[in-house]
């Protein structure tokens, strides 16, 4: 399992005070970057072998209210892979340890030139730890 904490800032916000529902996706995308690279499959090994992850679907509840200057953590983890898809399940946490949002993805691998899924590499099994 893999933590990234982030504190909300003001451009985070939407007019109701909380964050905005848009930038929930971008946050959590953001903790997925900051993985796939402390594993080694970040943006230029993407970039480097024509191959990386590509989102096919989206899931995301709201449950508690995310506001300023709280400190979040986003908890991902990877939960199913069969064949060319995996699962990965994202969590965000607030302060004081209630679930402010849940992201179910199902992501697909994807080659940069033939523009098709394929088979994810050993590299990209690894960042999300289906290997052991």
């Known amino acids: 399992m893999f933590e990234y904490k982030i504190l909300i800032r003001e451009q985070h916000l939407d007019s109701y005070?909380?964050?905005?529902n848009a930038t929930y996706?971008?946050?959590?995308?953001?903790?997925?970057?900051?993985?796939s690279t402390q594993q080694g499959y970040g943006y230029q090994a993407v970039h480097d072998s024509g191959k990386g992850p590509v989102i096919l679907e989206i899931g995301?509840?709201?449950?508690?209210?995310?506001?300023?200057?709280?400190?979040?953590?986003i908890r991902l983890m990877g939960i199913t892979q069969e064949?060319?898809?995996?699962?990965?399940?994202q969590t965000m946490f607030k302060e004081d340890g209630?679930?402010?949002?849940e992201l179910d993805l199902v992501v697909g691998f994807f080659d940069l030139?033939?523009?098709?899924?394929?088979?994810?590499?050993?590299?990209?099994?690894?960042?999300?730890?289906?290997?052991?």
């Open 17 to 20: 005070g909380h964050v905005n």
């Open 25 to 35: 996706l971008t946050l959590f995308e953001e903790a997925r970057w900051e993985m």
């Open 60 to 73: 995301m509840k709201f449950l508690k209210e995310v506001t300023l200057r709280e400190m979040v953590t």
């Open 83 to 89: 064949r060319k898809i995996s699962r990965i399940k």
């Open 98 to 101: 209630q679930v402010g949002c």
């Open 113 to 132: 030139k033939t523009r098709r899924l394929i088979t994810p590499s050993p590299e990209w099994q690894k960042v999300l730890d289906f290997n052991g």
